[in-house]
């Protein structure tokens, strides 16, 4: 008889464990600080454009501290989301301002160029929010539950729990808003091979090649893309541009079986993957469309 057994208790699954938790935390917040760069980057732009003063922006020492803004307010948003209390959100978002304080005057003494305020900044932040987490471990080691009024969630509620469970589909518009604006960047066919190569990183990390079968069936899809792969550096630029948005636009139907089937990724990465796929895909096939 296990021990198990006798205490009549299964051991926590892995998504329940203090550390894994804490880093799906620290993921969360990761994506809240991007998706907030990215949606709130237009509106001080906008802004500057209307009012006058856009070449303020220009300035590597505003640029950071607007940027660090967009991404505290991201991340606060989530955070409050989650029913983080104020002070933890206020601790995080000095972990958004604090790394480029750093350096602000060293670059108004003329010591660091403005490169350096933007990139160390962005290298030390991660490890402060890290430091942030630290002082309060109990914060971020355990689920946050929403509390339920005994009449049932209002509208609004409902409403923002439905967008909370379709995060990874935002995340991944988001990140591609600016693709249906502007005519996309050349892409090489080589880069077809992150499609396969993401799957078979998570599914080494995740331990999901047990069987031989799963493991083969991801090596050949690998075998696929980099056929389609050489096919495309060898055509024409047309041609080429079309089977690179083919094969973006097949990996859509990849992504949905691994995520009905809870395989080998997990289930975020598949959805969120899907619809980058297809806004990808779709912008490439525009973007060939006669005008």
Do not use: K
Request: aromatic content about 8%; hydrophobic content about 55%.
């Amino acid at each position: 008889m296990t021990t198990d057994q006798l205490t009549n208790t299964a051991p926590p699954r892995r998504r329940d464990r203090p550390l894994w938790i804490a880093v799906r935390h620290y993921l969360e917040m990761v994506v809240a600080m991007v998706a907030g760069m990215v949606l709130l980057g237009p509106v001080w732009t906008t802004a500057t454009a209307v009012f006058g003063g856009r070449g303020i922006l220009d300035r590597s020492d505003v640029g950071a501290l607007v940027m660090a803004t967009n991404m505290a307010v991201g991340m606060a948003i989530w955070m409050r989301h989650r029913r983080h209390g104020s002070i933890p959100i206020a601790q995080m978002s000095a972990a958004m301002f604090v790394p480029f304080g750093f350096f602000l005057v060293p670059y108004w003494l003329g010591a660091v160029s403005g490169d350096v305020i933007l990139v160390g900044g962005h290298l030390l932040m991660l490890p402060a929010m890290a430091v942030a987490m630290l002082l309060r471990p109990g914060e971020y080691t355990h689920h946050h539950h929403h509390r339920v009024p005994a009449s049932g969630p209002s509208r609004a509620r409902r409403v923002g729990a439905a967008v909370a469970r379709r995060w990874p589909s935002l995340l991944a518009l988001v990140v591609t808003v600016s693709a249906w604006a502007n005519d996309p960047l050349p892409v090489e066919p080589w880069l077809l091979l992150v499609l396969p190569g993401g799957y078979l990183v998570f599914g080494l990390w995740r331990r999901e090649f047990g069987n031989r079968r799963v493991l083969a069936i991801q090596l050949a899809g690998l075998a696929a893309y980099v056929l389609l792969a050489l096919a495309a550096a060898g055509a024409d630029e047309r041609l080429a541009a079309v089977l690179v948005a083919a094969g973006w636009l097949a990996h859509t139907g990849w992504d949905l079986a691994h995520h009905r089937a809870r395989a080998v990724v997990p289930r975020a990465y598949a959805e969120g993957c899907m619809v980058f796929d297809v806004v990808v895909g779709v912008t490439i096939l525009l973007a060939l469309w006669p005008r």
